[in-house]
């Protein structure tokens, strides 16, 4: 690749040091095109044939958006005046040839001699870096783009830019989120290099801590309609989920208060009960940063359904979804942190604390469902310290006597609409119909809302089930209605606590797969294994396992604390 193919942009505000540093730099390149912007400096860049973008600093996207505009070269490369460009650039040139590519992305220092550990440990997963250019297939591309988002560490094709109307945000600070992750996810063919080509001094713009910080939002909210449903959405979710994380860290701390009143927050709206501050056993662990009102002033409103933004009031609002398959089915984007609902007179916007957008209910030991209710707990304890006792051959003979092969207690949901995908969720319960449909005889038992028979659902709905099923069944269905990799309910360990196998879909990184259980004892669907010897005894060390999770007040305890803490921390974040 030839360096006179290449045009260079560089934004430059108030840093003629810098400025003075990286011209030179650029010379013995031999560029097609230098490009200046100067964006508001005070006083004017001195240099011949620079563009000045405005008489205030507009930020620099605006500014590489007008540098852009002059680009006649095939091939642009963005840099900073705070940047040093680096010699391994020539030999990328050089290994390059004469490939043709949309984004050609290098390796960059900021000063430590190597690449930055996050961007370096996504390199490593993804096996690139070990040649001097390689082509990253299409697959593994949302999972690139959760490197940096800087401009000056990538080559781009201007005809590639222009062809999708490529720029940058509108906002100062985090005006490089949209173009890098449009860019990825328009392009057809991404080189990456081992190449160190670019040393980076931060310090300039990131030094800023003010209420600019929060300019990511509107950045986040610019960006995530120009990316397509799936694995791009789950990926630039996380990738929105870390950012915030960060940019709290990077605000100016408040002046100390004294005293400061807990944030009044007021469940409203027909699901109310639904949430982690409806729950008697949660209660005791909010601290004293978080009050929960029923009536008089509160500060916050929180709804767990998104129906339920018709009820609330002209005030601050937060959707707290502890169900992902009503977000599957309700939410039109439960991976943005904030979303916009029809309200009582019109479009509501509110931020939103969902499975799909943050890490809140991850499972850490124990699962967040079965831990909102102390009946969960006092069953599990006591069914599972009696199934530990039992050895392989007990359980062998249980199996051979049990009632019914097959046992699901189910919603009846047939309807297509029920397993759509989006999100980083996916539906299940039309699935899971079909299932025990496919299973119906004499040796299965059916039974749950929707299916002939069913009357309303009591409060008494746990202790039913568990007296119904326990020692009477092989395979109970503890398949969810919705997938997501930390949701996991009662229901796998009703199965297991009524000493059956529990049927379940779910894939490696599934909640169910860090319980410690032997995988043996996991039914899929599609293979149900035979009664054997080696079976059973994986299905009593798994019912040891179980026993061993449940058996300790102050484990539990701790489980709730954790989840009280990690939630209550994102509200406060969210407030």
Known sequence: MRARDIAVVVPVHNDPQGLARLLPQLKPFNFGQT?????????????????????????????????????????????DSDDQILAPFGQLLRDLQNQPFDICLFQHDEGAGHLP????????????????????????????AQVQNYPWNRLYRTGFLRAHQIR?????????????????????KVLVSDHICVLHHPGRLTAIGDKR???????????????????WRRSFAGFAANLHQWAMTQMAPAPPIISRAPLRLKPVGPHRAFMPPAYAALRPYWGDRIAITTDGPFDLQLIAHPHDAQMVVPKPTLLLSEEPFWDLLHNPHPD?????????????????????????????????????????????RQLFARNAKRSAQDWLDLWAQA???????????????????????????????????????????????????????????????????????RVISAIENTLH?????????????????????????HAAHRLGLPPSVLCDPGVIPDATLGLARDYSRAQQRLAALWRDPARIAAARARFAARIGAQILARA
């Open 35 to 79: 490009v200046l912007v100067d964006d508001g400096s005070s006083p004017p860049v001195a240099a011949r044939g620079v563009l000045r973008s405005s008489d205030i600093a507009t930020g620099p996207g605006s500014a590489r958006d007008l540098g852009l505009a002059q680009v006649k070269k095939p091939y642009v490369l963005f840099l």
């Open 117 to 144: 550990p996050h961007d370096q440990e996504i390199w490593s997963a993804l096996r690139l870096g070990i040649q001097a250019v390689q082509q990253v297939p299409l697959a593994a591309l949302p999972s690139l």
């Open 168 to 188: 940058h945000g509108a906002t100062f600070l985090h005006e490089d989120i949209r173009p890098h992750w449009h860019a990825f996810s328009r392009a057809q």
């Open 213 to 231: 910080r929060l300019q990511y939002r509107d950045a986040l909210a610019e960006t995530a309609p120009l990316l397509p449903d799936g694995d």
């Open 336 to 380: 943005m942190l904030d979303v916009t609902l029809p309200g009582a007179i019109g479009a509501l916007s509110v931020a939103q604390i969902t499975h799909a957008n943050s890490d809140v209910y991850a499972p850490d030991g124990l699962p967040y469902f079965p831990l909102t209710d102390h009946g969960f707990e006092q069953t599990y």
């Open 403 to 473: 009632k019914w092969h097959f046992a699901f207690a189910i919603a009846h949901r047939p309807e297509a609409f029920n397993d759509i995908a989006h999100s980083g969720l996916r539906g299940l319960s039309a699935r899971r119909t079909g299932l025990a449909l496919h299973h119906r005889g004499p040796r299965t038992v059916i039974f749950g809302t929707g299916w002939a028979g069913a009357g309303q659902r009591s409060s008494a709905w746990h202790q039913t089930k568990i007296a119904r099923l326990d020692g009477r069944a």
């Open 485 to 509: 990799p930390h949701y996991l309910s009662e229901k796998l360990f009703d199965a297991m606590a009524c000493g059956a196998l529990p049927l379940v879909i779910a894939p490696p990184d």
